[in-house]
């Protein structure tokens, strides 16, 4: 055999491709020929080196990263025509079945689904509520009376296109989504009742400083809003605990966060009924409200101590926000610029334009209890979380240095 | 391996799904990434590109190629094309290595140096070189899987592995000279 056969002998072992003649031919010739022995040796070395080459793991979750991209985007693409949800978008035809896209996401508990959806469902919240009147009381009727078919609307929801017609058609078909709109809105925790005024996605930047949603637009029917709310437990400007609380809870087929915007197709003819039942329904709306108003079966404690804290914009310096006996929370760094909260059991530290800066290595169990104790400073983080059997860790958060760290409890 | 069913209802529309189903493949698309680039910050880049082309055409993928090579193409594909307007750094030490082999100190800084030696040989290889060597060694492809990826003959495959392993070699051999490869 000559040299460059061998040679060729060499790479496809070391790729396990020989046949057992081709090995012996392959080793014959390098026990008589020097050359080829120390290419052989080299190969073998190189080969092994590659092979041990780290196995590296992104630094960040980088589905976490894109999740507000992904938002944007229609799911499937390409299948339901025009159906492209682009927040941004919505701003100029709240009208559009692009609303609807948003319902087909189920809602689980995604901020930045729950962040897209609403600037779609906010806006037109917002308008609605500017242009309609007893828009609130809409919703409550809606919400209440639909509560029984949540679940199968839902299914349909998730899985049909343009949304918005059969949302509307089905006003009753679309539970939640249709009576959603308050309850999503307070679900979303001020999100969106940022959103209402701001259909763009960095309303958490909004959520954070001011809460003109539904709040001011609401005006005129103030009372019965307030009264909505309250039956749904956290207040527009609550979104912070109730999000977390959404975040931490089990997603509920049933209440589809961005449901709402479809609604908002069907305002009219809603509108006139929605006066007549409002009364009845409105006592029966507490189950339910406190399921939306928690996503999905959260300790109504929680959100009543939230609501109660406020019906007036977030304030996260409140000091609500930071009591022990709220276990589920977002706490906001000192210099207003981070903030922290838990998506989907994973601690996160998102800027206020909404970028994700920091995400947990750790996936918490629903049991387990996050607590945001304090912003050591502008990048330091503490947090704990008590396990179900009452074990707590404590660790610090570095997000500059992108570090993540136990400390002692 | 992402169990078929997962896939299945990702093409079906399913959110939930296709969200499940891109975290269990992150990891295998930076990794691609960051070999292909050789750097951090563009193997992210290139992951969110990857991971939202992934997205937006799950509904592209037929069952007749493994869905892991299906993945890979895009990843190297947007890799190819992001090297092509940018020459990559090489900054291996972002990453906090952890090196399989070597139970002593010793041997794990020998495996340091020269991870950080082929890596570097790895980004003076052209780009289809390198995705071979990267599909073959990061990800444990077969010929058929690299050519399945690449969308090349298997011999053309061979071919550049062959040439990229020997050039490797090469490189380290420059690197030994004046290093710390004994």
């Known amino acids: ?409 | 391996m992402v169990a078929p069913e997962l896939i299945r209802a990702a093409q079906a529309g399913d959110r939930d799904a296709i969200i499940t189903l891109l975290r269990e493949i992150e990891t295998h698309v930076y990794r691609t990434a960051y070999y292909m680039l050789g750097n951090e910050e563009d193997a992210l880049d290139a992951s969110q590109e990857a991971m939202i082309r992934i997205y937006t055409k799950i509904h592209t993928y037929e069952e007749k190629a493994l869905f892991k090579t299906w993945v890979q193409r895009i990843v190297t594909n947007i890799c190819i094309d992001k090297f092509r307007k940018k020459k990559p750094s090489v900054s291996i030490d972002e990453h906090e290595m952890v090196f399989e082999s070597g139970e002593n100190v010793e041997e794990r800084v020998m495996a340091a140096y020269i991870a950080e030696d082929i890596h570097e040989a790895i980004n003076k290889l052209p780009d289809h070189h390198r995705s071979v060597v990267v599909l073959r060694y990061l990800q444990q492809f077969s010929y058929n899987e690299i050519a399945e990826s690449l969308d090349l003959p298997i011999n053309t495959v061979k071919s550049y592995l062959f040439r990229a392993r020997k050039q490797l070699q090469s490189y380290l051999q420059d690197y030994q000279k004046g290093g710390v490869r004994g």
Request: some cysteine; overall charge negative; glycine content about 6%.
């Open chain 1, 1 to 409: 055999m000559k040299c460059p056969e061998v040679e060729e002998l060499m790479q496809r072992h070391l790729d396990s491709d020989l046949e057992e003649q081709e090995e012996d031919l392959l080793l014959g010739h390098i026990r008589d020929c020097p050359d080829c022995a120390a290419m052989y040796e080299r190969l073998i070395r190189l080969s092994e080196d590659l092979t041990a080459l780290p196995s590296v793991s992104p630094p960040v979750n980088i589905v976490d990263s894109i999740m507000p991209r992904l938002d944007g985007l229609a799911f499937p693409a390409s299948d339901k025509p025009s159906v492209q949800a682009v927040a941004p978008s919505i701003i100029k035809d709240q009208n559009e079945s692009e609303m609807s896209a948003p319902l087909r996401r189920p809602r689980k508990k995604y901020i930045w689904t729950a962040l897209s959806g609403v600037a779609a469902a906010g806006l037109a919240i917002g308008l609605f509520i500017f242009d309609l009147d007893g828009p609130v009381t809409r919703h409550a009727e809606l919400k209440d009376s639909h509560a029984p078919e949540t679940s199968s609307s839902m299914v349909q929801d998730k899985n049909t296109a343009p949304d918005g017609n059969e949302a509307g058609a089905a006003a009753d078909g679309d539970p939640e989504s249709a009576g959603e709109p308050m309850g999503s809105i307070l679900e979303e925790s001020g999100e969106l009742a940022e959103t209402a005024t701001d259909g763009e996605a960095s309303l958490l930047e909004r959520n954070l400083t001011e809460d003109p949603g539904p709040p001011t637009g609401d005006g005129e029917v103030q009372p019965e809003e307030l009264q909505v709310r309250d039956q749904a437990g956290p207040a527009a400007g609550d979104a912070v605990a109730e999000e977390i609380h959404k975040e931490q809870v089990p997603p509920e087929p049933e209440q589809p966060v961005t449901e709402m915007a479809p609604n908002e197709d069907t305002p009219v003819t809603e509108a006139g009924e929605v006066p007549q039942t409002e009364e009845a329904e409105a006592p029966e709306s507490s189950p339910e409200d406190q399921e939306v108003g928690i996503a999905a079966g959260e300790p109504v404690s929680g959100a009543e101590k939230q609501e109660s804290g406020s019906e007036t914009p977030a304030d996260l310096s409140d000091p609500q926000y930071r009591s022990p006996e709220v276990v589920y929370e977002r706490l906001l760094s000192p210099g207003n610029d981070l903030f922290a909260y838990v998506n989907e059991q994973r601690v996160l530290i998102s800027s206020s334009d909404g970028e994700v800066r920091f995400a947990s290595q750790y996936k918490w169990q629903p049991e387990d209890k996050v607590r945001f104790v304090a912003w050591l400073n502008e990048q330091e983080l503490l947090y704990q979380v008590t396990k179900e059997s009452g074990e707590t860790i404590q660790y610090k958060v570095d997000v500059k240095e992108q570090t993540e760290t136990e400390i002692a409890y």
